[in-house]
């Protein structure tokens, strides 16, 4: 695809024969750029997505095309409901905290003299640098029913000892909580980066105007950051959504159930219980969530390459 | 139906061995004749024990002239299983994998039988341990051989002085490391008395612990708790029982006994018990010996005051849960013969007695003859005899959560822990019976899907 | 990057009024290092606790009477020693250094090359592939793991590290694409046609003007393909089982954790060890990875 182009310079005199040869090699030249991208992401998400639908169809044993019946079967189960139910709570919730503890430390930080900065931002973003399954391996340390040093401190204090992972409310906050921690940083980093971007004769237009702090923040702050908030939390839900590890390390699901998200109950089912088209098919259930998710990025997607 | 397709499909492997027989005959040259055969099992975690199997597994090749390799692979994060299903889907791997359990019976459809095998062995050795055929042998076909390393049972692990100060009860004179037992004092130990001793225990801050949580610790001790009271979720036939006046009885017991349990067990994981006893904050678990093992080296003050015996008695008898671990052969294996022959090597009362020593007693060899004439678990110590009732001495019998339903719904009962959530609802959540029942029923009927 | 008192915050001036500018200033300031404050206990209580542990002895960790944030019998460094000793955590470092390496060498030549023409050679389709590429994102590897199984066993590479090398890419490539894209698209037009003139072709153009400039971009892109395939959990615990293919996050996990024993020591060690590599590379290029991750979002 190199030597294709070489031509170029050389056939300058025939114009209009040159400006065709070049179209057209111009776009092979760009299919080529474009074909070991279209070659893995065809081989390897596009072929085993629509294998697991196929998947997704077939009966326990995988011998017969069974249509929509395991989807049906699964509107049926009470633990499955449960199921979607934590998902979205789990995706919302810590989405909404993630946002809002990167908000807050992302004006802390911008808040103070510059020299400081870059300390405190890299202190916090040590959560987001450490594998996630490996962090939460520290959390379950923290958590352990009977050396838990949360509660060590909780003793100290007077107050009683919390069941960090064995009530069904303490199961679904820790797994919130760890997930906030390492989502946060992400938040924080992108936030920072929004608000240096806002021109700052926008502030002392506001100043002049007599605008409060507040209303800084109100008609000035959150416009200019509308953009970078809503792609962020979008991001975020997406990968929130599809967890898996935290689940897998921290509760594997329990109690009761109480904490299975779509990616580890279908690890459940399909895996352990050795259901695999029942496993694919709580799986393909994300996508219609995400798959709204993807219309609503798109279309911010559209947006810039309109402006490219 | 199944039986005939099992025998076609016998035929048909029958045939492709044969023929992966023949195309390799030309090729018998070297020392290295008999070809490659790899081995998946479990990574033991005891200390010592991989090494001391992979010597037995090497010598064994040698001889042979069998090019082996052995990978040792965790079931932590169910890594066994999920490597069993990965093999079995991409038809490549190992040759002989490691298959505890309810595994034979998942994957019946890929394991090569091994009939012949174990008969051999057991013309050779005697009876294997009823377990075995339950787990292993499906509709008449051995799917798995006795694994050389990691079948266990959990007996109850208590410590002696907290139940003679505090229940005032002589654990060591009712199951005594060795010589007769009084039948008395083993009959009145019930599930009753183990109540009564709880109450005492929980009293002075020394509860009982044991999961209710769907890990496989959770499944195996509300699964001998279950049987001993005649509790069945399905019968053997496939029926769903739950709806029974059993269950209602055990789980009456279960309301009792759980004030007696940390509030913290609905989130154990396997190793929470560990960690429960060897911190000196609980007077008795159901688990292998690893705690005893675990303390010894970290809170030996600990590891002297514990004992290992037998479980309470229920109204229909006394359950030990056990976990029986096979080697079973992948039917895509170019060298099922082979395997085979090592399969047979292993069962050999001089190699389990040295597998066993590797294991420092932890696995309890399925052959029954082979354990019954070892001395390893009467010597251990300290305290003296802790190990002795490791294997089962006196009445138990074996068993886990699922048994007796057939085996391809006992696996899934087991793997979404049923009871221990079933027992949760009741006794952490609040269900009424009726409600928790009706839950049960629910899953149990999604567990039946074809 | 001026003058930062330029302004006190909304957030951190909502708490002073409008008395007077300085005590404003001064108001807010407090209330920012509060803030910083509880977040950074919030952010490192982990990896402290992690740091703790990993150098007690095991007879402290067993130990309930002892207060578990301090380490009061003695330093211990025996979970390190036997980490680096006793166990295969140096082969898990080198295969997923080795791992890391190709997934960044591959990421990169694949998202560059599909970058440049996406930006640049508008073709037919390529709104379609760009939109597409993105829709990737939102594939979890939760569902993919079962159908690859096929796939990686046909290849024959089930258990080992190649199939990591194979299959990150699907992780790294889209998210590594899209940033790149935001970077081309930054370089004005003029450049191009300028080097077009000049002769240059494609390639050329590619390595000598938009390479250069997009250089930033390309170390953001960089460090992404790294961390992802540092991190990766899910992959390596379904496709690799032997020690000698085995990378650090599993490995560490499953090495160290035996049955139902923990060596809690010797897992937190790991776990800090098999975290410092990332660590340490935002330590030094943090600000890269930052303008990177945040230049196209703050463009839109």
Request: aromatic share 12%; charged share 15%; net charge neutral.
């Amino acid at each position: 695809m190199v030597d294709s182009s070489k031509t170029l310079g050389s056939s300058q005199p025939i114009r209009r024969g040159s400006l065709y040869i070049f179209l057209r090699q111009r776009s092979t030249i760009a299919f080529m750029m474009v074909l070991p991208l279209l070659l893995i992401i065809g081989c390897l998400v596009a072929y085993p997505f629509f294998y697991s639908i196929y998947l997704s169809t077939l009966n326990k044993a995988e011998t017969a095309f069974v249509g929509i019946s395991n989807f049906l079967f699964l509107f049926k189960r009470e633990t499955f409901w449960m199921v979607v139910q934590q998902s979205v709570t789990f995706a919302l919730i810590a989405v909404v905290f993630k946002a809002l503890i990167g908000f807050i430390a992302a004006h802390a930080v911008n808040n103070i003299p510059s020299k400081g900065q870059r300390k405190w931002r890299g202190m916090m973003l040590v959560p987001w640098v450490i594998p996630p399954a490996l962090s939460t391996l520290g959390w379950w340390w923290l958590f352990e029913p009977t050396y838990s040093s949360f509660n060590w401190i909780l003793e100290a204090l007077g107050l009683s000892a919390i069941p960090w992972l064995s009530d069904t409310f303490w199961a679904r906050f820790s797994i919130i909580l760890v997930n906030v921690w390492v989502g946060a940083p992400f938040f924080l980093i992108m936030y920072l980066a929004a608000l240096k971007s806002i021109p700052e004769d926008l502030y002392e237009a506001a100043s002049i105007d007599g605008a409060s702090a507040w209303q800084k923040l109100i008609h000035v702050t959150i416009p200019m950051m509308r953009n970078i908030i809503s792609i962020t939390v979008l991001f975020s839900i997406i990968v929130t959504f599809a967890n898996f590890d935290i689940v897998r390390v921290l509760t594997q699901g329990g109690p009761r159930n109480s904490t299975h998200l779509f990616a580890s109950y279908s690890f459940r089912v399909g895996i352990e219980s050795g259901d695999i088209p029942l496993g694919a098919a709580v799986s393909l259930f994300m996508f219609p969530v995400l798959a709204v998710l993807a219309f609503i990025i798109l279309r911010n997607v559209r947006q810039r390459t309109v402006n490219i | 139906m199944q039986q005939r397709n099992g025998s076609r499909r016998k035929f048909l492997q029958g045939m492709g061995a044969l023929g992966v027989v023949v195309a390799t005959a030309p090729y018998v040259k070297t020392s290295h004749s008999a070809g490659k055969l790899a081995i998946g099992t479990w990574d033991h975690w005891v200390p010592g024990a991989n090494d001391v199997l992979r010597e037995v597994c090497e010598e064994w090749a040698g001889s042979n002239g069998v090019d082996l390799t052995i990978d040792f692979i965790t079931s932590i994060g169910n890594k066994l299983l999920l490597t069993a299903q990965a093999e079995s889907r991409a038809e490549t791997g190992h040759d002989v994998y490691c298959v505890p359990q309810w595994m034979p019976s998942m994957f019946r459809h890929r394991l090569e039988p091994v009939d012949d095998v174990v008969n051999d062995i057991i013309s050779a050795h005697g009876a294997l341990s009823p377990a075995a055929e339950f787990f292993a042998h499906l509709d008449g076909v051995w799917r798995g051989a006795p694994a050389p390393a990691g079948s266990l049972s959990y007996p109850s692990v208590s410590r002696l002085d907290l139940y003679r100060e505090h229940a005032g009860i002589d654990l060591t004179s009712i199951f005594p490391a060795g010589g007769a037992r009084n039948h008395e004092l083993v009959d009145a130990w019930s599930y009753d008395s183990f109540l009564t001793a709880a109450h005492k225990l929980h009293a002075v801050g020394k509860p009982f612990g044991a999961p209710i949580a769907p890990t496989p610790d959770g499944n195996q001790w509300l699964g001998s708790l279950f049987a001993a009271y005649g509790a069945e979720v399905m019968d053997a036939s496939g029926d769903i029982t739950v709806d029974s006046d059993e269950i209602r009885e055990v789980l009456e017991y279960l309301s009792r006994l759980t004030q007696y349990m940390p509030d913290s067990v609905y989130a154990w994981d396997d190793a929470s018990n560990n960690r429960f006893m060897i911190s000196g904050s609980g007077s008795t678990a159901f688990n292998p010996p690893s705690i005893w093992a675990v303390s010894s080296r970290d809170m030996p003050a600990v590891a002297e005051q514990l004992w290992h015996h037998d479980s309470p008695r229920g109204p229909k008898g006394r359950y030990r849960a056990s976990a029986p671990f096979f080697w079973g052969i992948w039917d895509f294996s170019s060298n099922i013969s082979a395997g085979k022959d090592l399969l047979r090597y292993l069962a050999r009362k001089d190699v389990v007695d040295r597998l066993v020593a590797g294991s420092k007693g932890f696995d309890i060899p399925l052959i029954t003859s082979h354990y019954q004439s070892n001395d390893l678990w009467k010597n251990a110590g300290p305290p003296s005899g802790v190990l002795y009732n490791y294997p089962i001495r006196g009445d138990e019998v074996p068993t886990t959560a699922g048994v007796p339903a057939p085996p391809e719904y006992g696996a899934q009962i087991f793997a979404q822990g049923i009871l221990p959530n079933l027992v949760a609802r009741v006794t952490q959540g609040g269900d009424t019976f009726d409600d928790a029942i009706g839950w049960a029923e629910n899953e149990m009927e999604g567990i039946m899907r074809g | 990057m001026t003058n930062r008192t330029r302004n006190t915050g909304a957030l951190g001036a909502l708490i002073g009024n409008n008395t007077s500018l300085n005590s404003d200033r001064k108001w807010a300031l407090i209330a920012s290092y509060a803030c910083l404050i509880v977040f950074v206990i919030f952010f490192l209580c982990p990896p402290f606790y992690m740091l703790i542990t990993s150098l007690k002895t095991n007879a402290e960790i067993a130990d309930l009477s002892t207060n578990p944030w301090i380490i009061e019998q003695g330093l211990t460094i025996e979970h390190y020693i036997s980490l680096l000793t006793e166990t295969a955590f140096l082969t898990y470092f080198k295969n997923t250094v080795i791992v890391a390496f190709f997934v960044v060498l591959i990421t990169m030549v694949i998202s560059v090359l599909a970058a440049y023409a996406l930006s640049r050679l508008g073709f037919w389709g390529s709104g379609v592939i760009a939109t597409g590429v993105f829709l990737v994102y939102l594939v979890p590897d939760s569902l993919l793991f079962i159908p690859l199984f096929k796939i990686v066993g046909g290849l024959g590479l089930l258990n080992s590290y190649w199939v990591l090398v194979l299959v990150y890419p699907t992780l790294t490539v889209p998210f590594c694409t899209w940033i790149m894209i935001g970077y081309f698209a930054s370089i004005p037009k003029e450049l191009d046609e300028a080097a077009l003139i000049d002769g240059a072709n494609h390639m050329q153009m590619l390595l000598r003007v938009f390479i250069p400039v997009a250089l930033p971009g390309l170390i953001a892109a960089t460090i992404f393909a790294f961390t992802v395939s540092w991190a990766s959990f899910l992959y390596p615990l379904a496709y690799i089982y032997s020690d000698n293919q085995m990378v650090l996050t599993v490995g560490t996990v499953t090495t160290l954790i035996k049955g139902d024993v923990f060596h809690w020591g010797g897992l937190m060690a790991g776990a800090l060890l098999a975290a410092a590599p990332p660590v340490i590379l935002y330590a030094f290029l943090m600000d890269y990875y930052i303008a990177g991750l945040t230049s196209g979002a703050t463009k839109g």
